[in-house]
Structure formats: C-alpha cells, structure tokens
Nanobody, 124 residues
Framework: QVQLVESGGGLVQAGGSLRLSCAAS????????MGWFRQAPGKEREFVSH????????YYVDSVKGRFTISRDNAKNTVYLQMNSLEPEDTAVYYC?????????????????WGQGTQVTVSS
C-alpha cells in the first residue's frame, strides 16, 4: 500500500529554517505529483506548494514565495520542503500529499494520498 512519511518538523525561532522530508513507498514515484499542505489550529488545511513528477514545475502559495523551496529526488522517492525565514504564521502541522497525475493542484480534495503530518512551530 502507499505510504507517505514526513519528517523534519520541530520548534524554531522566527527567521530560522527547517527542511521537511516526505518518503514515499508503494507507488511509482516519478509519475506522481507531490505537494505540501498545512493546517493551523482552528483553521482549514491550506495549500503550500506542489511539484510535478519530473520536478520541472513547481508552484507556491503567495505567502511562502521566496522563502520556501520544494524539490524532489526521484531516485530516493522523497520530496522536500526547505523553509527559510520562518514566521510565527507558518506554525502548523505540515502534510505531504501525492497525486496520481504528473501535475499538481491547489485543491486538497484532488490529492490521493496523505502522510500523517509533522508539526512545525515557529516562536516569535
């Protein structure tokens, strides 16, 4: 079965950096778009970034552009989210998602698989 396992979350001060990883298994990774979403307490899950199967196309929500970078290593079946210049507003549980098409979408309902999430907390 498909499994997505996130890691790399933690507590960091504002202005700091974290790198999230998501290891995938049970799927042909290179033909899956991969994405990152986040959910803060009391808020709906929101789109953060996605990357195409080949890695050639990426997309970000405006609030993280210039600060976050999504990448993938298809040889390792892993997608990453490098987060720099973190702000308290970035505090949330971050979820990795996989979609059985080569291109991603900002609509969370159109993703097929989800990880269990990893907590990111940014202190001011």
């Amino acid at each position: 079965q498909v499994q997505l396992v996130e890691s790399g979350g933690g507590l960091v001060q504002a202005g700091g950096s974290l790198r999230l990883s998501c290891a995938a298994s049970g799927l042909t990774f290179s033909v899956y778009a991969m994405g990152w979403f986040r959910q803060a307490p009391g808020k709906e899950r929101e789109f953060v970034s996605h990357i195409s199967g080949s890695g050639s196309t990426t997309y970000y929500v405006d609030s993280v552009k210039g600060r976050f970078t999504i990448s993938r290593d298809n040889a390792k079946n892993t997608v990453y989210l490098q987060m720099n210049s973190l702000e308290p507003e970035d505090t949330a549980v971050y979820y990795c998602a996989g979609r059985g098409l080569v291109t991603g979408t900002t609509n969370s309902r159109l993703w097929d698989y989800w990880g269990q999430g990893t907590q990111v907390t940014v202190s001011s």
